[in-house]
C-alpha cells in the first residue's frame, strides 16, 4: 500500500480507533454529511433493530445518509469502543465493536478500507444485543432460584409454574402467541422468556419435536452440529455431526422443559384477525379439539418454511389406486420393500428418500423436473462452513456467537461474490463425481451466477441436494432417473410430458413447500396476506426470486405491512440468531419504548 | 526467601521445569529413592486410579516409595509437561500437568516448596483422564451422526434405539449394573454411555429425577450452579443459583433423554449375589411389578447418602394417633396449617421443614438432640466456595472442571487446616446472627476442630444447616426450640427426657440416613456388608467417623473388598467428579485392561 505523508503507517488499532473516533464525533454531533463520507464509495451498512428497527441494508454514502437523517436523532448512538485487537489482511482492517444507543447496548464488526488515502467503511454490521434495563438475567445476574428468609406468601417454582400454565390463556393472556413450534418457535420462545415477555406457542402436533420426528425415518440434519445450536444451551460436546431427527426431537422437547418455554401441543390456530383499534389479535384456536379464544397483541407465524406442503394438482390423482404421500408425510420405506415407487422432486427430501426407498428394495424413479445444485456433505463442511462453524473455528476463538455475526456482516448484495470461489473448489474437489452424474443424464446447475448453496437458501429456500450418498445411486442406476414435467397419473403410474409410463404403486410428492404467506393467507385473510407479501427471498432476480432487489430477507423476523404480524423461521442458525432481533423487538413494543421503523419495504409481490 | 549460591533465583517455570525433568528420570530410571525424595519431609500424593487403580494418598517420601515400589513398573509413567504458566505464591509453585501411563493419558497439579535448598514436592495430586485407545468420542472425535453413503444394512437412530431397550436385561446383560437414578447414578451412566460400557440404571422412582420431586416442597439445592454441573452438559447461564427441587428434577430428566442413559425406571432390586467363580451377580429386580433377574459383571449402589431413611424406634410410636413421617417423606406444609407439629432434629431438613411449616401457619417445634453447625448460605457462598465455583472463578478462568481438580488435590489431612480460617471468617462476619441463636438457647458448633461444614460432610455427611433463613425463625422463637432426647411418644404428643411433652398432630422424623453399608447388608447380605465395612468417613476420629485414619472416603468410587461392588454418591459436586475415576476403573476392567489395586484399606468399622 502506499503510504503518503498524510498518512502514516498506522496500526490496525490506530487506523480502528481513529475511525471510531471520528465517526463517533459526527454522530455526537449530529453530522450526517459527515458521518456518510467515512464510508467508502461502494459500501454496506446492515443494522440488525439498533437504529433502523428494522433489518435493513443501506448501500454506499447515500443510503448511510438517510438511515442516520430518519433514526439518528432519536437512536442517540455512543460510547463505541474497539472489543478486540483488529485484524488486516488483505488491505481490510475487521475490527469488533461495542456501542449503546439511547434505549439499548449493541455489538457490531466494521471492514475499513483505505480510499484516496482516508480510512472508510466498507462494511459495517451494527446490532442491538439489549435493552437498557431490561438486561436478561445470566450469568452473575442469574435468579437465586431459592428466596431465602421466611415469607408467609411463598410460593414455590413448581406452584408458580403450575399456576401460571392453569392461568395462560384463560385468565392470563399471552402477549405473544407464537404460531408453530419447530426450531423457530421454540428459540424465540426461550428468549421471550428469557425477557420476561409473556408468550405463547402453539402447535399442531401432540409433543416437541413431533415436527422432527414425524418425517421420513432416514432423516437427519443437513446441517453439522456447529451450525444448529440453540440460543442458551449449546448441544454437549459428544453430539453428532448429523443429529438424527428423532435425536433432534428429543432435544427440541428438553430444551421447552428446561427452558420453560410456555408451549401448547396439539394445538392447531384456526383464524385470525387483528383489531387496528384495540391493537389485539382475536385468535381462535383448537387446543387438544376444544375450541378456545387467544387475545394476544402480536402474532408470530412461526410455521416455517417446510411447514405447508404443496402437492401439485395433477389430472389422474383421483384414479390412481397406490398411495400418494407428500414428502413430509411420507413415512419411510419400510412398507414398500419390493414395489414400485415414483419420486417427483430431485432435492434434499427426495434424494433422501429415494436412498432410503434403494436401501429397502424398492424399485425406485427419481422425477427430475428441473435441475438441481448438488454438493457433498463433507465439501460443505470444509470448504463452506468450517472458517466459521467446525471444531476448528471453535479451535481459533471463533464462538457460534462471533460466527453469527461475522456472517451477518457480509452483505448480501456481495455474498455472492465470496460464495462463487468456494463453489468453485467443491466443483474442483468433487470433479469425478460431478461427471458421473452428469454422465447419468443428471441436470446439474450451480445456481445461476453460479453462488451454490447457501444462495439459493437465500433467495428461494430450494433446489439443491446436500449429498450424503443417494446421488451416487443415481449416477450409477440404481436409483432410475427420469426427466420431465408430470402430466398426469392413470390406475397405476405416473405420465410424463414426452410420454413415458412410470408405473408406480406409491407416489412421493417431494414437490417443496408453499410461501409463508400462504399461512397468513390461511389464517388471517388474503388481503392481508397480500398487503404483507411475498415471505422470503432477496430480490435477486433469479428464479423463484423476482426482483427488484430487496437486500433483506423479505417480511422475515422484522416489521411487516400488517401491524403486529411477524414471521419467524428457517434453519437452526437462522432460528438462533434472528430469534433474538425479534425478541428485543417484541419486548420493546411490550414495555412501550418507541419504535420508530426505518426503511419498511414496498411489497412488489403477493404469495 | 534466602537465596543461595546453590539455588539461584528460579523463575516459577523453571522451577517446575526443573522438578518435572528429575521426578520423570527417577521414574523412567525406575529409581524409587531418588524419586520418593523429590517429596518434602511432609508432603502428600493423592492419585486418583492413574497410578494405584485406587483413589488414595500416600504421605512423606516413604508413602510415596511404597506407591512406587508397588505400581511404577506397570504404570509406566512418561511424558510429564507442565500445562500452563506456573504460579508462585507464599513461596508455594503450583504447576498444572499432563502426563502418560502404559494405557492412559491424566492431568494433574503439584505445589512445589524449598526445603534445605532443594525444590521438593509439597502436594501432588495425579488423576486418570483416559485410558489409551478408549478416548471419548468428543470435540473433533464426535460421531458422525448421519452414516453416509447407501447401505441396505443402514439402522436409524431410533431404530438402534428402540432394539437396544428392547433387548437391555433380556437378551443383553449390562456390562455395569447402577442401583439408584439419582444425581450419583445418572452421571454415572452418562459416562459409562460415552465410554461404550454396556450398562444399565434402574431407580424405584417411575421418572428420572422423582428423587428430587418427591421431596418436600420448599427444598431447593443447598449447593450454588457453579457447584452442581453434571458432566458433559452444563446448566445453561440464566439457571438459578439454587435449583427448586421439581426444576432440577426436569434438568436430570431432560439429561437422562439428551445423554441416552439407559435407564429403567420404577425398579426395585431386592436381592443379588455374586458368583466368584464366574465374576457374574446375580440381581433379582422388579420392574414395574415384574420380576426379572439381570447378571451384570459389576454392581454399584448409588442409592446415596440420603437414600436410606433413619428413624429411630421410640416406644409409644404404635399408639401415638397423629401422622408419623421421616423427612425424607414429608410432603410439605400445606395439609398441616393451624396444627401441631414436632420436627425431631436439628439439621438442615429439620430447619427447612420447620420453616415451610411456620410460613403456613403451623405451631412448630423443633427438637434438637445435639449440637448443629449453622452457617449462612450467602456467607458459605462467598467465602467458602467463591475461589472455586462461582462467576469471578469463572471470570478469573477457573473452569468447574479446574475447579474440581484443585478442589482434590487438597489433601483430606491437612484439609481441615485450610478450612478452619474460612469458618473463622464467617463466624466473624455473622457475629450478631449467631448471638442471637445461642441467646434463644441453640446449641451451635463449628466441628470438633472448627474446620466447619465441608469437614463435617465428609466426615459424616451430617450436623450441619446450610441457612436460608430458617434459623432466624428459631432465634426469635416463631420457630419453638426444645432440648434433648426423645423418650417416648403418647397418643398425641413426644415426651422428652426431661419430662417435656410437646403435643403433636405430625411428627417429623429429620433424623438423617442410614450407612450405604446398609444397602449392601439390605440387598446382598450382612456377610457381604461386614467384609466391605463402613461406607463414607476419613477415619477422622471425630463424632459418626471413628478412626483410624483412612485418608480417602472409605470405599466410595474405588475397590471395596468385595469383588465388583461399587458404591458411588455424594453431592452433585462429587457426583460429576468422581463419576469419571469410577467409570474409567469399569470400563478397565470392561476391557480387560489390568488394574492393580495397590492400598486397598483395612476394614475396620462395620455399619
Redesign the interface.
Known sequence: MTQTLDTPTQTPEQRAHRWFTGFEEALRARDVARAAGMFATTSFWRDLVSFSWNITTVENPGGVADLLTATLEHTGPSAFAVEEPPEEADGVTTAWFTFETAVGRGRGLVRLVEEDGETLAWTLLTTLSELKGHE?????A?????E?????E?R????R?EQEEADLGIGVQPYVLVIGGGQGGIALGARLR?LGVPALVVDKHPRPGDQWRGRY??L??HDP?WYDHLP??KF????????????IG??L??YV???EVPYWGSTTATSATFDEEKGEWTVEVEREGKPLTLRPKQVVLATGMSGKPNIPAIPGQDVFRGDQQHSSAHPGPDAYAGKKVVVIGSNNSAFDIC??L????VDVTMVQRSSTHIVK??SLMEIGLGALYS?QALAAGVTTEKADLIFASLPYRILHEFQIPLYEQMKQKDADFYDRLEKAGFWLDWGEDGSGLFMKYLRRGSGYYID???A??VADG?VKLAHGQVVRLTEDAVVLDDGTELPADLVVYATGYGSMNGWAADLISQEVADRVGKVWGLGSDTTKDPGPWEGEQRNMWKPTRQEALWFHGGNLHQSRHYSLYLALQLKARYEGIPTPVHGLPEVHHTG
Open positions: 436478561e438475567p445470566r450469568g452473575p442469574r435468579p437465586m432460584g431459592a431465602h428468609g421466611a415469607n408467609k411463598r414455590t417454582w413448581l406452584e409454574r428469557q425415518k432416514s437427519c440434519l452440529v442458551y444451551l454437549p460436546d459428544n453430539w453428532p455431526v448429523f443429529s438424527p431427527k428423532d435425536k428429543d432435544w422437547e428438553s422443559t428446561v427452558m436412498g432410503a434403494w436401501e429397502h428394495d456433505s463433507d471444531e450424503v450418498g443417494a451416487e445411486l440404481r
